[in-house]
């Protein structure tokens, strides 16, 4: 079975540039959150998607942006990167249908982003 | 809002002794609430959660967490510590879902365990 995917593992960017990560959920799961995790801080919450819209999003602006497919897969675009923008970018993804509440939230490798 | 507070940097211990990983949080209504660990270089692995019911919770690798509504923590525990479970612990917060409302989790800022042998 298997987990969370997210790609590329690495990523080095330099100011201004746009970057596009990726990320497939575990298997049967239809739900895509993605958190940025900066050094030394607990992961922060970017945005969730669910059938193909965002559903929530967290206190970022709007360089950050996001996607999800019809096989759940999903995709986060940064736009005009700053520096401040260096971090791992955590996907997570948990199912949405079952109707249960407090469904887990299972967390891919990251992608670790660095702009210089 | 929600909010989580975990008030040590870095908790060491002895292998062989019982450790505390401690967690406070903060939601307007219950709470859903999880552990995490987080080893160099890797995502966050989910180790336990409470939802309702039995205020003890018992998850992955022998870790334990207790549920305390009184003083709104829901701390860490196992009661042998291993040498490899020295890594970082984030307590993780969600209120519970009314319409429109959070769906996020909201992490605490980590605890960094250390076993020594």
């Known amino acids: 079975d298997a987990g969370v995917t997210q790609s590329p593992t690495h990523l080095i960017k330099t100011r201004g540039q746009q970057v596009t990560l990726r990320c497939s959920p575990k298997s049967g799961h239809d739900t895509v959150s993605w958190y940025q995790q900066a050094l030394g801080q607990g992961p922060q919450f970017i945005f969730q998607?669910?059938?193909?819209?965002?559903?929530q999003r967290g206190n970022f602006p709007d360089r950050f942006s996001g996607h999800q497919f019809p096989n759940y897969s999903s995709e986060l675009n940064v736009n005009a990167l700053l520096l401040g923008d260096s971090a791992l970018y955590l996907c997570?993804?948990?199912?949405?249908?079952?109707?249960?509440?407090?469904?887990?939230?299972?967390f891919g490798p990251g992608t670790r982003l660095t702009v210089l | 809002a929600q909010s989580v507070a975990q008030p040590e940097d870095q908790v060491n211990v002895a292998e062989g002794n019982p450790l505390t990983v401690k967690c406070t949080y903060s939601?307007?209504?219950?709470?859903?609430l999880f552990w995490y660990v987080q080893y160099p270089n890797r995502g966050l692995q989910f180790l336990l959660k409470?939802?309702?019911?039995?205020?003890l919770v018992k998850g992955s690798y022998g870790f334990e967490a207790e549920f305390n509504k009184s003083q709104t923590s829901f701390h860490l525990k196992k009661p042998s510590a291993l040498v490899s479970d020295s890594a970082l612990y984030f307590c993780?917060?969600?209120?519970?879902?009314?319409?429109?409302?959070?769906?996020?989790?909201?992490f605490g800022s980590g605890t960094q365990l250390t076993v020594l042998p």
């Open positions: 997570a993804s948990s199912l949405t249908s079952s109707g249960r509440a407090a469904n887990t939230q299972y």
């Open positions: 993780a917060v969600r209120d519970v879902i009314s319409s429109g409302s959070a769906r996020q989790l909201t």
């Open positions: 409470y939802i309702t019911g039995d205020n």
């Open positions: 998607y669910y059938e193909e819209e965002e559903r």
């Open positions: 939601v307007s209504g219950n709470p859903y």
